[in-house]
């Protein structure tokens, strides 16, 4: 029996088989074939990895050339914070400047308003003595006229440098724009005859500004007339242009057109022309300009 299990053995290839699965061969032939099929998996994914690591080094090699180039800028930027800080500073030097030359106009002003004052205290003894010594009349009318017109022209004088002072500050930021705003709000209702209320709206297309942003303005509504009024301590070109686009962005939102007026002590002569081909009215110390 032994030499024919032999025999079947060499000879019989199935007969072969059966036994080796009978003595647990095909299992272990069976997981031999999944474990190869599985280290070629994870040769797979090994390969894939290291394709993945050499982006990753790719990327890290390009994230540090653009900080190297961040390193730059901030440099760069730096050397401009430097320089607006000492601008910055030349301007505070201008400010005070400025502040001492409005304090010297002050106490100018001050001393004319004593002259006035002694003149017209003169003036005054002037006229009883006219009234006790009729025949010194005719002579003291004559110097009566001659202090008149030095009154005059000190009164004149006066109303000089209170309109310089006045338009110095505005210009220089001397005077705070909102308290301005507020002591001309009862100015602009009587001018206009209405009440000054507040429009606000949100501009989405940034037509006023170029970016989206809120726009308030004053506005004045009395017998159907929209009037938008913008005051200010001073006024340049660009308040003016700005005010105008406030006028097409509400003329969108409400399908009225509104009229465009501006009240300020001061006005300089290139926005006094792009309001006069504007369409927009200014409302200066001097009246309508």
């Given at each position: 029996?032994k030499a024919?299990?032999?025999k079947l053995?060499?000879?019989d290839?199935?007969?072969r088989y059966?036994v080796?699965?009978m003595?647990?061969?095909?299992?272990?032939?069976r997981?031999?074939?999944?474990n190869t099929?599985?280290i070629?998996?994870?040769q797979?994914?090994?390969?894939?990895l290291?394709?993945?690591?050499?982006?990753?080094?790719?990327q890290?090699?390009?994230n540090v050339?653009?900080?190297r180039?961040l390193?730059r800028?901030?440099a760069?930027?730096s050397e401009v914070?430097?320089?607006l800080?000492e601008?910055?500073?030349e301007?505070q030097?201008?400010?005070?400047?400025?502040?001492?030359?409005v304090?010297?106009h002050?106490?100018a002003?001050?001393?004319?308003?004593e002259?006035?004052?002694?003149?017209?205290?003169?003036?005054r003894?002037?006229?009883?003595?006219?009234?006790?010594?009729t025949?010194?009349?005719?002579?003291?009318q004559?110097?009566?006229?001659?202090h008149?017109?030095?009154i005059e022209?000190l009164?004149?004088?006066?109303?000089?440098?209170t309109?310089?002072?006045?338009?110095?500050g505005?210009?220089?930021?001397?005077?705070?724009?909102e308290a301005f705003?507020?002591g001309?709000?009862g100015?602009?209702?009587?001018?206009?005859?209405?009440?000054v209320e507040r429009?606000e709206?949100?501009?989405e297309?940034?037509?006023?500004?170029?970016h989206?942003?809120r726009?308030?303005?004053?506005?004045?509504?009395?017998?159907?007339?929209?009037?938008?009024v913008?005051?200010?301590?001073?006024?340049?070109?660009g308040?003016v242009?700005?005010?105008?686009r406030?006028g097409?962005?509400?003329e969108?939102?409400t399908?009225?057109?509104?009229e465009l007026?501006?009240?300020s002590?001061y006005?300089d002569?290139?926005?006094?022309?792009?309001a006069?081909?504007?369409g927009v009215r200014?409302?200066t110390?001097?009246?309508e300009?």
């Open positions: 029996m024919k299990i032999i053995l060499k000879e290839e199935e007969f059966a080796a699965g003595l647990g061969y095909g299992e272990l032939l997981r031999m074939d999944e099929g599985a070629r998996s994870l797979k994914q090994v390969a894939e290291q394709a993945e690591v050499r982006e990753l080094q790719k890290v090699l390009e050339e653009a900080t180039g390193q800028q901030v760069e930027h914070i430097k320089s800080q601008q910055v500073a301007l030097a201008e400010v005070r400047e400025l502040q001492k030359q304090f010297e002050s106490r002003i001050r001393s004319l308003q002259q006035v004052v002694e003149l017209q205290a003169e003036v003894e002037l006229q009883r003595q006219v009234a006790e010594n025949g010194a009349i005719r002579s003291l004559e110097q009566v006229a001659r008149g017109q030095l022209g009164q004149r004088e006066l109303a000089k440098n309109r310089a002072l006045t338009a110095l505005a210009r220089w930021g001397l005077m705070a724009e705003r507020e001309m709000r100015v602009v209702e009587e001018i206009l005859g209405g009440v429009w709206c949100f501009d297309a940034g037509e006023v500004y170029g989206p942003s726009v308030e303005v004053d506005l004045v509504i009395r017998n159907g007339r929209h009037v938008l913008e005051v200010k301590s001073s006024v340049s070109s308040d242009s700005e005010l105008w406030i097409r962005l509400y969108r939102k399908g009225i057109r509104p007026v501006i009240v002590p006005i002569r290139r926005a006094r022309e792009v006069r081909k504007m200014v409302y110390t001097l009246g300009a």
